[in-house]
């Protein structure tokens, strides 16, 4: 009572403290009157410890106010030095004496102990908080909880320095080390023992997660599941997965399976849990579950798998596990995977034994026993590098048995004979000929089968080998004509041409109605087997013609076997419509050489019509060349001008040009019947042949223009060379009539006709500008020094010099082949000595835009 007196007398100073002592003692229950009362003394400036005294007043009248205390605490959090063990004590007994309207006092105080990282207190305010809040706050104070964690709690227990990080931070090679440090000790290689953690994960984090799983929202659950395990708390998470019931159980065995509506890696957390506690037989059942339902993942699997093996000290588990995955690998990155991490662990089992035998000597156990283990793991590192390619080959088999190219590369990898002999016996025995999708590799495998005997001089099995090989019903007549081709080459050499020859004609028996055996056959979509159409084969013709024609007699008379063989195939081909340009050559080439001409001419005639004109027009000049000679030909002339005609007649319409064919036609009448005027008309019609074309094998025409107009002027008279000159600078364009403008003035001159040569270089004048006509205007400069006067003369220059000014390129009708650009003049008036063009009859192709001449 005296301390109490002491206090008092200490605290109140003055009138005014006497007053507000007397109000409230008046009416104590009346909170403004404190508050009043507080306010004074914080303007006075009293100490921390009166207004402190007074603050335990007011809360100990107002005990149950939770108002009142969270103002005492707000005033408490705002001084300079704040004692935090002061306010948590505040909040303690706000909480502990208020029931009601606590909701910002407890989240207040859960905030404060997160702040202030302090573990005990966040657990101790979270526990009143949801004690005292209602179930819908209960949110509100979890999430700061469950953010903190996740925040500041659970990167320092990724990071901690435990061996189990150690692990996680090491490449493959040091990671191996590790784990067969683990597992060797576990066996009792070696007594050492690697440095092991205390640590057994943030057991605080872990408690606090299970706690919030039991009232988390159900889409949060896989969330927390996976925060859960980065607690690295084994226990705590096996402990929510089982208890639960994140997982399946099977009620018969009591064993946990896993859950397939759970992701991938939660179940795995659950099963890196079962290895961690040591449970082996879980593990092992749990991972075989998991490799059913996750398929996608069973590579990852596999290897989790193998460092398990690795870790317990299973050296030859692992290396089975491995081995028999290594064979199951179905795509390019998973085998690379498994053949390297099986590579390394070979590589590093051996160095690892190794340097323990080396270096502990003393403290191995079982000696012997660790050398043949050494030397088995280093047998299998090397046998794995050496196999690598066989390795890949098996791959490539399981991804497609029927891939032929795949099989060839596996015999390539065998050594000895007997090898290769095993691996094309499997593969006739794995592959499905309707399945093989390129031509001719499935036949080209028969064949090199039986070339592995018959070079080893079997030939007997060879024979046997391809005998039944052309059985097997192959989609595609290519795979036939390795066969066919192979084995009669191989006999030829062996046996002779009779034998050949019979294999090959075994093949190309044409059947009656061919067309409808092969129209069967190409609708059939590849189930109707390629036996039925080999006779289409044109290799396999080739073939047959080659030989026969190789050993049929130059002397050989028409009664000759070989020679009628010959004839026979060679029409068969024609017939089925396989003949190539080259076989209707060789084949009249043949013919002709055993004095069989008028045979030879059929086969043209049978022939041409199968090509398109450009080919035609090949044997066409082959055909007459041969019509014409007079050592071959037995064929009158009017067949032969009948022949001529009718190569024309189907090759000018295509475009083809005819220029040889023409040249041989008047060389021919002109040889027969030497009638200049015959030749000159037919020159005369190839000149004109396509010439509604305007460039059109324009050289060609010129040419025979040339030939046309110089044989005129040798054998007929001059005013059919006119006609020709005047028709030719009419159909010709202008850039090319120019050099027989200038022969015909020449020609006019020499008749002296010199009037009609100045109006012939006249005309000529005005096909082009002077600057790109300089050969004519040269020409006509000298004409007219040779022929003209002064006047003349002074009149060429003029029309010159006009023409200059009035021929001006039209660009938009300018055209661009052949040089040949016609040109309008820019006004209608005419220079000197300019005469009347006269316009081409509609019988005429001439080009409507050139000058023509009236003569």
Known sequence: MKETVNIVDENIKNDEDVAFEYEIQ??????????????????????????????????????????????????????????????????QRCLNTCAQGCDSICLSYLELAIEQHDLSTIRHSLDSSLIRLDTKMHSKVWEPVLRFLAEKILPLTQWDSTQEDDEESADEAELMDILLAKGLVKIGFISKRPIESGSIGDIWSSQLLERYLKVAPQQ?????????????????????????????????????????????????????????????????????????????????????????????????????LLRKSLQQTLNYNDFDRIYNFYLLFEQQCSQFILGELKNNNSKISNEKKWVEELQRHMVTFESLVDSHDIYLNDLALRQDPNLVETWLRR??????????????????????????????????LWRLYGDLYWNAKATSTARELWAQSLKVPYPYIQDLEEIYLNWSDKELDEEGVERAVSILE?????????????EKFNNGHRRIPAQTVVFNSLRIWSKYIDILEAYCPMDASSSD??????????????????????MVENFALFLQRHHEVIESFQVYEKAIPMFPPEIQYEFWTEYLEVATSHQLSPISPEHIRFLFEEALNNLSPHGVDCKTIIIAYSTFEENQSGLAKKTIEILHRGAKLNADSTNMHLESRLQMWRMCISKAESTLGPSVVRDLYQECVQWLPNSKAVEFVIKFSDFEGSLGETIRAREVLGYGAKLLPPSRNTELWDHFENFELKYGDKETYKEMLKMKKLLELEMVIDSEVVGQEEGNINFVAAATTRGPNSRGFVQPTASQSANPDEIELDL
Request: proline share 3%.
């Open 411 to 444: 015999v390539s990898l065998q050594e000895t004979a007997a090898e290769k002999c095993n691996i094309y016996s499997e593969a006739i025995l794995t592959i499905d000929p309707l399945k093989v999708g390129t031509p001719g590799s499935f036949g080209r």
């Open 26 to 91: 008046k009416t104590p229950q009346n909170t403004l009157t404190w508050k009043r009362y507080l306010a004074y003394w914080k303007k006075e400036g009293r100490t921390d410890e009166q207004i402190r005294w007074l603050y335990e007043r007011f809360c100990s009248q107002f005990l149950t106010d939770a108002s009142v205390w969270e103002e005492y605490i707000r005033w408490e959090s705002t001084k300079k030095v704040i004692k935090t063990s002061r306010i948590f004590s505040l909040f």
């Open 506 to 518: 075994d093949a190309l028996k044409v059947p009656r109605n061919p067309e409808h055996m092969l």
């Open 561 to 582: 076997k070989i020679l009628n063989k010959t004839k026979a195939a060679y029409n068969n081909v024609i017939d089925l419509k396989l003949v190539t340009p080259a």
């Open 220 to 320: 949060r659950q896989h969330e927390l599941l996976a925060i859960l395990a980065k607690t690295r708390d084994s226990i705590t998470t096996k402990s929510v997965y089982e208890k639960k019931k994140y997982l399946t159980k099977d009620e018969i065995s009591g064993k946990y399976l896993p859950n397939s509506k759970l992701t991938f890696a939660l179940n795995f957390n659950y099963l890196i849990t079962l290895e961690k506690l040591g449970e082996d037989e879980q593990y092992e059942e749990f991972m075989s579950q998991m490799s059913e339902i996750y398929p996608d993942n069973w590579v990852f699997l596999t290897l989790s798998l193998s460092k398990y093996y690795i870790s317990r000290g299973r050296l030859n588990s692992c290396g089975d």
